[in-house]
């Protein structure tokens, strides 16, 4: 993950906030055609676009035919990342989404990806029932709508903001331009 390698070579603070895209999606989601109805989109042309960029990040992408809504998803990230798993589960649920295809708004789907990386799956049941991390994600997308960002993902360093899948030596010109400096790496 370019991220690991940016806090390997530069001390960085990673801070994962929830964005709301698309928060009015049902639970059973939406196809693409029905999120983008009324929008002069060209939905497998957008498609192909997208699995380009990712075929040239190296990441994987699947045939994504429908969204979900994420809430409950960044809702349980946020308990994952207060167990010290935060990055695992994030990776875990993007792959389940933008590769499987799995609608990440089943409370299931969610409980099986937590105990997919090690994490108690009764615990992630237990959190989502009580929607334990709800207010936190309310305060990440006050703050994300505070910051101007209107897409995922954005990276932010110093206000200054990076949008979209960005390759290892984009991130690294982008955190270098905002004063980010390399390690003293003893070998």
């Known amino acids: ?14 801070q ?3 964005f ?14 029905e999120l983008f109805a009324g929008r002069n989109l060209d939905i497998v042309q957008m ?10 990040l190296g990441l994987p992408f699947g045939e994504r035919q429908k969204t979900y809504n994420s809430r409950l998803a960044q809702e349980l990230s946020k308990w994952a990342e207060f167990q010290g798993k935060g990055d695992q589960f994030h990776e875990a649920m993007f792959s389940a ?24 799956g009764d615990q992630a049941q237990s959190v989502l029932d009580a929607r334990s991390f709800e207010q936190a994600v309310d305060a990440d997308w006050k703050r ?12 932010v360093v110093n206000n200054a903001k990076l949008v979209g899948a960005q390759s290892y ?8 331009g905002e004063g980010g400096q390399k390690r003293n790496e003893t070998r």
């Open 16 to 18: 994962w906030v929830s």
């Open 169 to 176: 030596e984009a991130l690294e010109q982008f955190l270098i």
């Open 20 to 33: 709301p895209l698309h928060p009015d999606t049902p639970a059973d989601g939406l196809s693409l055609n």
């Open 47 to 56: 498609m192909q676009r997208l699995r380009k960029v990712a075929l040239d």
């Open 97 to 120: 989404y933008f590769v499987e295809g799995i609608n990440i708004g089943k409370p299931e789907e969610l409980v099986r990806l937590a105990g997919s990386i090690g994490l108690s």
């Open 144 to 155: 994300s709508h505070a910051l101007g960002i209107t897409a995922v993902p954005t990276f």
């Open 1 to 14: 993950m370019r991220i690991e390698k940016l806090r390997k070579h530069y001390d960085i603070i990673v």
